[in-house]
């Protein structure tokens, strides 16, 4: 009786033992997997956003933060931290990490701003955006990308992130004006919607050209009734697509 009763004791003690070991193993695993993100992401910064003269930073603290491996496809995660866009889906693409630090920093972001964001995606920028001003508001014409970008920020804690799903070109009336708007798609022109709504002395960046061919990214700033636009850097974004 006292060797079955042993053997009955043993057993189950051994397959704890064995459970806990599995479970060492996996979080061993999932860790390395966040310390090889995390080196992949200051690499990112260095090489890519650093040597390129982005210097603002809040901006480069907002790129070591966020984990853009979290915001691209699975089929794309070794992929997450190279410096091109990659596709998310519906026709989109998440922008290469230079293209979002560059704009961040050219809209000059403060801790207190308010900030309009076109173009959602898969919420990338706006998290960026996020680490620093005060308030982001964002706009995605297609509800499913725009659904998903929401659950995906609140699960990663954004609280200061607001999204909808709309029309981008016509901006967001009822939270005007904005310190500063940044427009991830290719416009053809400037949309007058955007220059009412920011505010004056605020900052728009936006790509404009044919939507289909290289565009220009062009800085904005609103003097009262006037606006001066500089060009910067020739970029390829998917277009700005309307409701129709």
């Given at each position: 009786m006292q060797i079955i009763s042993s053997k009955l004791i043993i057993k189950p003690f051994c397959i704890t033992i064995g459970l806990w070991?599995?479970?060492?193993?996996?979080?061993?695993?999932?860790?390395?997997?966040?310390?090889?993100?995390?080196?992949?992401?200051?690499?990112?910064?260095?090489?890519?956003?650093?040597?390129?003269?982005?210097?603002?930073?809040?901006?480069?603290?907002?790129?070591?933060?966020?984990?853009?491996?979290?915001?691209?496809?699975?089929?794309?995660?070794?992929?997450a931290y190279e410096d091109h866009p990659l596709p998310i889906g519906s026709g989109q693409t998440i922008s290469q990490p230079y293209i979002v630090a560059y704009m961040t920093e050219v809209i000059k972001p403060q801790s207190g701003y308010k900030v309009l964001e076109v173009g959602t995606g898969s919420g990338y920028q706006a998290a960026v955006l996020a680490e620093i001003v005060a308030h982001v508001y964002t706009i995605e014409i297609i509800c499913e990308?725009?659904?998903?970008?929401?659950?995906?920020?609140?699960?990663?804690?954004?609280?200061?992130?607001?999204?909808?799903?709309?029309?981008?070109?016509?901006?967001?009336?009822?939270?005007?004006?904005?310190?500063?708007?940044?427009?991830?798609?290719?416009?053809?022109?400037?949309?007058?919607?955007?220059?009412?709504?920011?505010?004056?002395?605020?900052l728009m960046v936006l790509p404009v050209g044919d939507p289909y061919m290289v565009q220009s990214l062009i800085l904005v700033k609103k003097k009262g009734n006037r606006t001066i636009t500089q060009d910067l850097i020739p970029v390829r974004f998917v277009p700005l697509t309307r409701d129709k």
């Open positions: 070991f599995i479970l060492i193993l996996i979080a061993g695993c999932s860790h390395a997997q966040e310390d090889i993100y995390t080196i992949r992401r200051e690499r990112m910064v260095i090489d890519q956003i650093e040597r390129r003269g982005v210097k603002d930073t809040a901006v480069l603290r907002a790129m070591r933060t966020v984990e853009r491996h979290l915001f691209v496809p699975d089929l794309y995660l070794n992929s990308l725009a659904n998903s970008a929401k659950e995906r920020l609140e699960t990663l804690g954004y609280k200061n992130i607001t999204v909808k799903c709309g029309d981008g070109y016509n901006g967001w009336d009822e939270f005007a004006p904005f310190d500063a708007i940044i427009v991830t798609a290719g416009a053809e022109d400037i949309p007058q919607p955007l220059i009412d709504q920011l505010k004056d002395g605020g």
